[in-house]
């Protein structure tokens, strides 16, 4: 499992970009993670998965609310993971606002999640293999804070407590 101090896994994630530009057609794209990481400072968090009752009513908008308090705390991006596709985390994005606040970023065969060992096998509940629910701080592509839930909770990952690890990241 991925620890505060390492480095993040080597790979890609896939976002669905609106307007073309920079490099970047509509649609689905992929972003290698160590290039989109160096020289950043990234909140990244992680949900089970698009369109979820807690991810969609509590998690996202959090991110969302406090997209400016993270710029002001030095973060330069916010990215949402989840083991969805493109096409899914696009669509989710526009239904949360995430626009200019946060990148909803698939990792649509889990590929990123299982080189961090933050699985989440939920398959008896029809799922298949998700992403546990955490929340990280990411500074160069290595990992400065790390907060992962314990299953069905909600309470370690949210935005208010990886701001705060920002400010004092910075201060």
């Not at 794209?29 to 400072?41: E, L, W, Y």
Request: aromatic share 8%.
């Amino acid at each position: 499992m991925l620890k505060v101090g390492e480095k993040l896994p080597a790979g890609s994630l896939m976002e669905f970009v609106e307007v073309e530009g920079n490099g970047c057609s509509i649609g689905p794209n992929s972003f290698d993670i160590a290039q989109s990481t160096a020289g950043k400072t990234i909140a990244i968090f992680a949900l089970p998965g698009a369109y979820t009752p807690t991810c969609s009513a509590k998690h996202v908008p959090g991110f969302v609310e406090h997209a400016d308090a993270f710029k002001a705390a030095g973060v330069d991006e916010i990215w949402c993971v989840s083991v969805n596709d493109a096409f899914v985390m696009g669509a989710w994005g526009r239904d949360q606002h995430t626009a200019g606040k946060v990148r909803m970023m698939a990792d649509g065969s889990a590929a990123f999640t299982a080189a961090a060992g933050l699985t989440l096998d939920l398959t008896a509940r029809g799922m298949g293999v998700r992403s546990q629910r955490y929340s990280m701080l990411v500074v160069d592509g290595v990992v400065k804070a790390l907060n992962i839930e314990a299953p069905a909770k909600f309470e370690v990952s949210d935005a208010g407590t990886l701001l705060a690890q920002a400010r004092a990241l910075k201060a």
